[in-house]
């Protein structure tokens, strides 16, 4: 199907564990973002690609790790989760201007 | 300094009426852009309605408007009949010169029958 997938959309994890967060889109989008969503906040940019080997830190990055070696896809990786990466996890990729959204991933960290 | 503000952390609105959702935001540049979100209960984040810093009319989308004032530095949506199915959280997000979407903390809207 053509959009913007998340995978898992559910996940569990233990402190000190290493996590990948999956994002694929099938529009061929040049620039792709991660953002985190805590309640009280609106959501906070981690890292955003504006192609494939060109990835940039947003205003939240530390803790966070990703990569772009393909145009369709753009991994987040917690090196070492902790509590406090605790929150629902959006990828989205922009064309003619507007950013349009995965379905989230949410984490748990305990 | 806050660069969007929504004012309304929450409102109630009976089905039917129309509904303003209030937006201020915070720039000195000259191109920027203005977005609404829709995130219902089931976590999505939708897009509903941009309007551009140089658009000369207001935009619209379906129901969805947004009444943008310049001068105020106001990008309200205005929701026209409002639905049932309006029932979300509503974000007001603004871009300026690169690509980052700034965000305001959103407005919780129900619907009343």
């Known amino acids: 199907d053509a959009g913007i997938t998340q995978s898992p959309r559910y996940k569990i994890t233990e402190t000190g564990r290493q996590v990948t967060l999956m994002c694929h889109q099938t529009?061929?989008?040049?620039?792709m973002f991660w953002y985190r969503q805590d309640l009280g906040h609106g959501l906070r940019l981690i890292y955003y690609s504006a192609a494939a080997d060109i990835t940039d830190k947003g205003e939240v990055p530390d803790g966070y790790v990703v990569s772009r070696s393909k145009t369709e896809n753009f991994p987040l990786t917690l090196e070492s989760a902790t509590r406090s990466q605790t929150s629902v996890y959006f990828c989205?990729?922009?064309?003619?201007?507007?950013?349009?959204f995965g379905p989230g991933t949410r984490l748990l960290v305990l | 300094a806050q660069k969007i503000t929504q004012t309304q952390p929450g409102m109630f609105v009976q089905e039917k009426e129309a509904v303003t959702l209030d937006c201020t935001y915070d720039?000195?540049?000259?191109?920027?852009?203005l977005f609404w979100y829709k995130q219902p209960s089931s976590g999505e984040m939708i897009f509903l309605i941009y309007q551009g810093s140089y658009d000369q009319q207001n935009a619209t989308e379906g129901r969805y408007s947004l009444n943008f004032q310049k001068a105020r530095k106001s990008a309200n949506l205005v929701i026209s009949a409002s639905q049932l199915g309006d029932s979300a959280m509503y974000f007001c997000?603004?871009?300026?010169?690169?690509?980052?979407?700034?965000w305001g903390a959103g407005t919780k809207l129900i619907i009343k029958p």
């Open positions: 989205a990729s922009e064309g003619e201007e507007t950013q349009y």
């Open positions: 997000a603004m871009r300026e010169d690169n690509y980052q979407l700034i």
């Open positions: 529009w061929s989008h040049s620039y």
């Open positions: 720039t000195s540049d000259p191109s920027y852009g």
